[in-house]
């Protein structure tokens, strides 16, 4: 169900709270989002390199450093343009719970541009949407998902937000967030999602 749908028009980027790459699907039901994801092997790299190519969508690879030099350049290029499809961005840079939103990637909130909130809450009563790549290939995600009875969801388009006078991109994503979480009914937590992509090293552990 969409809540409170938003006008698309202006220099503006969409941000997401993410649990699954079908957040992306769902959103595209309002319009013809372009998105920035990470480059997919397989059938799903298939679809990107083809269809979502189509859409205006920028690729990146988190393994490469360089990748964020190129991609915010790119980002900016997109804005820029007034016959681009509007950017969607999710902030939190991997798929969470849909209980947490992890802290919020700055590059969305230093664009100069207005920002508009999208929270997306999923109801468990026919299946977990939450997609956990380390466990699980997309692939048997997509079946788990396309067997279940429904698929149930609510999403919210919020107020369009700016950057205020003294306050920084980390300040300005903070507020988004608390935001997002607020109406979503989910909590915020201080961790980084990309911790999930790392092992502590032994000496941390030991000395916690």
Not at 45 to 59: F, H
Not at 145 to 171: F, H, K, N, R
Not at 178 to 200: E, F, N, Q, T
Request: glycine residues 6%; aromatic residues 12%.
């Amino acid at each position: 169900m969409d809540h409170d749908l938003v006008s698309v028009q202006g220099s503006q980027v969409f941000v997401a709270n993410h649990t699954s790459m079908i957040d992306f699907i769902i959103l595209e039901q309002m319009t013809a989002f372009a998105v920035i994801m990470q480059k997919h092997p397989g059938w799903v790299g298939l679809l990107q390199s083809t269809i979502l190519e189509s859409l205006g969508c920028i690729w990146f690879n988190r393994t490469e450093a360089k990748d964020r030099h190129i991609v915010s350049e790119k980002i900016k290029q997109h804005i820029e343009g007034p016959d681009n499809n509007p950017l969607l961005i999710f902030p939190e840079g991997t798929c969470v719970n849909n209980q947490y939103t992890v802290m919020f990637k700055k590059g969305a909130f230093e664009l100069g541009c207005t920002v508009c909130p999208i929270a997306i809450k999923y109801n468990k009563i026919f299946v977990d949407a939450f997609w956990n790549s380390k466990k699980q290939s997309f692939t048997m995600h997509l079946v788990r998902l396309m067997t279940s009875w429904a698929v149930v969801c609510d999403v919210w388009y919020l107020e369009p937000q700016t950057l205020q006078p003294g306050e920084t991109p980390i300040e300005f994503a903070e507020r988004v967030r608390d935001i997002i979480s607020m109406r979503a009914g989910i909590k915020k937590v201080p961790w980084d999602g990309y911790l999930k992509y790392y092992r502590p090293s032994p000496k941390l552990t030991e000395s916690k």
